[in-house]
């Protein structure tokens, strides 16, 4: 395999000069036999974990990739999971890698690509960063296949007495769409369905794709979406998909997408890329079937959670890890001096002067992501991004106040050089792989949802407690009724602060988070917190970046990053 280097080429066209290997063989490098193997063109493929070997009983170790509160300025967290798996992989270490499939909404909106950049790429990067394998298409239809057959129920007589007031599941669309939040239906007449008020939420915010990512196999998956609430009846009682007799043909749906796909590193290490929930409003990792199945190939598996460790690690540990058993021996905390510049006051158009301290008063807000690991028992690396415009003093006051505290760190240029700027990196991580851990969950499943709620603002945010909006204080009393109170939490967050005020920066304490609405996952098998002004259907920047995008004459993506 072969790339030409350079760093002022864009991530499109180094991806576009690299020379892939044909599926099938990093499928055979993997050790995925050819009859489980089922290619989708020649450079993607999906596997079906049921024709693995049955006999193989190898369970991979975890390194799980985070990251410091994110900026403008980005962090680079994919490019770090893709660099430092290439460089395992070199020392010889059986590596795969396991990451979320991007949405087409944020890659036209603002973020315009999440296949990790420059040498440290998944490809083919077009594909992934598009329409894939038809993974978001089959959870979006799968999901409107629900909404249509409840709006069909009420339509036709309402058998199950369900309020069309209480309705909490809405259609998807995987686009940024701000003008879909709040849409009313069933205006056109009798014929035209029964009138109600609802929404869109974007695909990677449905509970299908909450589930889709922690079902462990088909059968788990369709007994998740038969679990899933959809609404309440006139009596106030819970109505699932199993109420409606919809799991069989969701899951008929998913058959097929549920597989993982496999794909390639820019040096030829293996990659899953399966399912994609967001970490400020879902759970944000990738799927427990991936996960794991990559852990029965690999003696090393690379995965991320998406933002920092407030938001996916967190939810790794405390949603993915119990259903999954998929503890990290691992982790990594990525940061770069750009994002440490920012918490420390600096604008983005004044990133490119050298500023120690600035560096030194962002340094709180990694700080605090460290202790957010070590609360789960396992002390993490630091894995500093390198970006050209980094002096030698700024990387040093990071290195040095890593080593006054006693914590793992190393400096990468994996944008650069790909693995073989990650070496240092990896050399820590091994160390780190071979050290004992003790993981534990922050909290007990016992404890009240309330509990769990403020142990996550006091132990995790760094705040001083939560308040409740009347609605969530009603939702609460029904998720009490219901025998909810088991159910993890996850807290739907703006990913740039601790608190749930966005202009927050750097690590601040003292704040009280607001919690908006309370929704029971009750299939994903956890209880989404909102809180402040987040919604789960984005809207397009100013400026998005589809207006920068095309193909060329030989129809090859253009402006894709």
């Not at 995987?174 to 069933?186: A, E, F, K, Y």
């Not at 990677?204 to 794709?209: L, N």
């Not at 004992?436 to 995790?460: A, G």
Request: overall charge negative; glycine content about 10%; charged content about 20%.
């Amino acid at each position: 395999m072969a790339t030409t280097p350079g760093t002022h080429l864009s991530d499109l066209e180094i991806a576009a000069r690299t020379v892939l290997k044909p599926i099938a063989e990093i499928a055979a490098s993997a050790g995925i036999p050819e009859d489980a193997l089922e290619p989708y063109g020649r450079y993607k493929a999906k596997v079906d974990p049921a024709l693995l070997s049955a006999k193989n009983t190898k369970r991979g170790r975890v390194v799980l990739v985070s990251g410091m509160s994110p900026t403008p300025a980005g962090e680079g967290k994919t490019t770090m999971v893709v660099g430092l798996a290439d460089a395992l992989a070199a020392s010889g270490t059986k590596t795969m890698i396991a990451l979320r499939e991007p949405s087409v909404g944020p890659s036209f909106g603002m973020k315009g690509g999440a296949t990790g950049g420059g040498q440290s790429q998944v490809l083919p990067m077009d594909d992934i960063n598009l329409h894939f394998t038809g993974d978001f298409h089959a959870i979006t239809s799968a999901n409107n296949l629900l909404m249509a057959m409840v709006d069909n129920h009420l339509h036709h007589g309402n058998k199950l007495g369900i309020d069309p007031r209480r309705i909490t599941f809405k259609r998807v669309m995987d686009m940024n769409d701000r003008s879909l939040r709040t849409v009313v239906i069933g205006l056109g007449g009798p014929t035209d369905g029964v009138p109600r008020e609802t929404g869109f939420e974007i695909t990677a915010a449905s509970e299908v794709m909450a589930v889709f990512c922690l079902a462990t196999d088909l059968a788990d998956l369709r007994k998740r979406l038969g679990k899933m609430t959809i609404g309440y009846s006139y009596t106030k009682e819970p109505v699932t998909v199993d109420d409606l007799g919809a799991a069989g043909a969701l899951t008929l749906l998913l058959k097929g997408a549920i597989k993982p796909n496999l794909v390639q590193s820019i040096a030829g290490t293996p990659a899953f890329i399966h399912g994609g929930p967001f970490a400020n409003i879902a759970h944000g990792c990738n799927s427990a079937i991936a996960t794991n199945t990559a852990r029965s190939l690999a003696d090393v598996v690379v995965t991320e959670a998406g933002f920092g460790a407030d938001l996916g690690a967190e939810k790794f540990m405390d949603i993915k890890a119990r259903f999954a058993d998929c503890a990290p021996n691992a982790v990594v905390i990525t940061t770069t001096i750009r994002a440490l510049k920012m918490h420390g006051g600096v604008s983005l158009e004044d990133l490119g002067e050298e500023n120690l301290e600035a560096v030194r008063v962002g340094l709180p807000n990694l700080a605090r992501h460290v202790e957010i690991i070590k609360k789960f028992g396992i002390p993490p690396v630091i894995g500093i991004n390198q970006f050209t415009l980094d002096t030698a003093n700024e990387l040093k006051i990071v290195t040095d106040w890593a080593a006054e505290n006693g914590i793992e760190c190393a400096t990468a240029d994996v944008w650069g050089q790909g693995g073989a700027g990650a070496g240092e990196l990896a050399t820590a991580v091994l160390r780190a792989l071979d050290s004992p851990t003790n993981f534990t969950h922050l909290y007990d499943l016992e404890q009240s949802i309330e509990e769990k709620l403020l142990s996550l603002v006091r132990d995790v945010y760094g705040g001083e407690g939560v308040d409740y909006s009347p609605k969530a204080l009603r939702m609460l009393e029904q998720i009490h009724s219901n025998g909810w109170d088991h159910l993890p939490v996850c807290v739907a967050k703006t990913q740039y602060s601790f608190s749930d005020d966005p202009q927050s920066l750097g690590a601040p304490t003292g704040f009280r988070l607001q919690i908006r609405e309370l929704i029971p996952k009750t299939g994903a098998g956890f209880i989404v917190a909102i809180t402040g002004v987040l919604t789960t259907m984005p809207g397009l920047p100013q400026v998005p970046a589809a207006l920068r995008m095309d193909v060329d004459q030989a129809g090859k993506a253009v402006g894709l990053s």
